[in-house]
């Protein structure tokens, strides 16, 4: 049978809770426990895919095609929870499935009511994810949003009935709060405590609190949040800010025996713990020494979840060359007027152009691009940086001025980037792009072959637009490396510039498997050839 674990939050938003979530996953893994990570979200979109990045950052895309929370990518980084469509039940999906099987006459002439029948599907979700893999141990459930929000009540009711249902040991209730510090520098229980009465309203009684805190809470204010929150003192834990990384948080958790003391409540026998991976990751995190900055040329550079997991990519790239990464986030819409881009871009030893969508600013990537490979500058282009650098080499090579994309310009006399066939009739937005995952063939000889060492590559993909196999033979003449295909060989997948320290691009997004303790093969040679230009010291380690 499965454990549940219910994470939920009060107080506000953005105390880490899906880092918590995910650091808990991490603990459990460490005690040979296999974990299945899954996220709520309260808001009524189906899935994350026809959100602005503005608007809720990044969509993190699973194996299967789904268009998710960026919390997923979480789940991903930080743990080996398996993530499918299952894994993110929005209200959205719930209503809408509800909503169907009642125009189908299947509630029978009943009234359909937000309790039981929104509230069964939550419950019947959840336990299909939980089945989804048979060798499931324990379900984490991240509730989005914040308790008190009108939003959240179905879930949380949902939350309350498995716990109820399903006797204490089976399912317990995590609850993440803060504890602000006021002028003086003393700490605040009361937020938590009113959090906790809160969850208490809604039927649940939280059975471990972690108290966000700009330090460690010492045992007396410990014991005092227990008091009042009826609560075992020692199941109250501290997420404290980190100056390290956020990867060091399973550390400091295991530290507090968060996972013995959750072992412990769900009556799971305590077995031998193994954190090495993140001492490991740790030690090479102390171990970084120098430091290269890449420039991130898009156009979602205010807010750092936009691109989410391409910066922490970025980061576990950096972890495995032993050297600092930072960003330096470039507004390509900035650069289209610069007569010199290269004013910008002499101050960062590597370009990387992430995804995206729409013609703001596309202008300004193509002139990064063209400054990267005229330069030498180690350029990493993933997805639309991927179509960027075909647009330079038809505008800039081959001497088509006009050559672009028909997501920009549907008049181009060279569109060398355009829609295939099956996407020209698509007038729905939602779900309907190239998604998920699928096979890529490398070329041998290629760097992209290097990087994986393998030719066959499986990564994901987000995307309507194609490099236009019309000009295929024109760009590859001309010195534009075809380094990888789809097994059938119609779709190219990934090009590389020639006579250059490193410039790739791929259709796919290597990001989304990247993780602290694993770099993605692609992130880690771009950032070993941005080191290798910087400072010499051989190639990308294996
Ligand atoms: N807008 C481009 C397309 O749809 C690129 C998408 C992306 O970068 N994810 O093909």
Request: one cysteine or more; aromatic letters at 8%.
């Amino acid at each position: 049978m499965n454990k549940f674990i219910f994470v939920s939050g009060g107080v506000c938003s953005s105390l880490g809770k899906g880092v918590a979530a995910s650091s808990l996953g991490a603990l459990l893994e460490g005690r040979g426990l296999n974990v299945r990570m899954i996220k709520c979200d309260p808001y009524i979109n189906v899935d994350a895919g026809t959100m602005s990045p503005y608007q809720h950052g990044e969509v993190y895309v699973t194996d299967d095609g789904a268009e998710t929370d960026l919390d997923l990518g979480n789940y991903a980084r930080f743990t080996a929870s398996p993530l499918s469509r299952a894994n993110s039940i929005t209200t959205g999906q719930v209503y809408d499935s509800v909503i169907r099987k009642e125009r189908e006459g299947r509630f029978l002439g009943r009234c359909v009511q937000v309790i039981p029948h929104i509230t069964d599907e939550i419950k019947s979700r959840i336990l299909a994810a939980a089945r989804e893999d048979p060798n499931t141990d324990v379900v984490i459930i991240e509730i989005g949003g914040t308790v008190g929000d009108i939003e959240s009540i179905p879930f949380l009711e949902a939350a309350r009935q498995m716990i109820h249902e399903s006797g204490k040991t089976n399912a317990i209730s995590v609850h993440l709060t803060l504890i602000p510090e006021v002028a003086g520098g003393e700490l605040k229980t009361k937020p938590t405590q009113h959090s906790v009465k809160a969850m208490q309203e809604m039927g649940i009684q939280p059975d471990v609190l972690v108290c966000r805190a700009p330090v460690m809470l010492d045992d007396a204010t410990c014991r005092k949040i227990a008091l009042f929150c009826n609560v075992d003192p020692e199941a109250v834990f501290t997420s404290c800010n980190v100056d390290t990384t956020i990867y060091e948080i399973p550390i400091i958790f295991f530290n507090q025996k968060l996972d013995q003391v959750v072992l412990n409540k769900m009556g799971v026998e305590s077995r031998h713990a193994n954190l090495d991976p993140w001492y490991f990751m740790m030690k090479k995190f102390a171990a970084r020494n120098g430091k290269v900055c890449i420039g991130i040329v898009g156009k979602y550079m205010e807010l750092h979840d936009a691109y989410k997991s391409v910066y922490e990519a970025l980061f576990h790239a950096g972890l495995e060359c032993g050297v600092e990464v930072e960003l330096v986030k470039i507004d390509s819409s900035g650069l289209e007027e610069k007569e010199n881009p290269g004013a910008v871009l002499e101050t960062v030893d590597g370009i990387l152009v992430p995804g995206g969508f729409g013609q703001r600013g596309i202008n300004g990537m193509v002139k990064a691009a063209s400054w990267a490979r005229k330069n030498g500058v180690p350029y990493f282009g993933i997805c639309l940086g991927m179509q960027i650098m075909v647009m330079d080499w038809g505008r800039n090579v081959l001497g088509w001025e006009d050559a672009d994309s028909t997501e920009f310009n549907q008049d181009s006399k060279h569109p060398v980037v355009s829609l295939l066939e099956e996407q020209i009739d698509v007038k729905n937005y939602g779900g309907t792009m190239r998604l998920g995952k699928s096979e890529t063939m490398a070329i041998e000889g290629t760097r992209i072959y290097a990087a994986y060492g393998n030719r066959q590559i499986w990564e994901r993909h987000r995307h309507r637009y194609e490099f236009s196999n019309k000009y295929r033979k024109e760009m590859s003449e001309s010195g534009l490396a075809i380094a990888a295909l789809t097994p059938d060989g119609s779709l190219v997948e990934c090009v590389e510039w020639p006579n250059h320290p490193w410039g790739l691009g791929v259709q796919f997004h290597p990001e989304f498997k990247s993780k602290p303790t694993a770099a993605a093969p692609l992130f880690r040679d771009f950032i070993a050839a941005v080191k290798e230009r910087k400072m010499g010291g051989g190639p990308a380690p294996r």
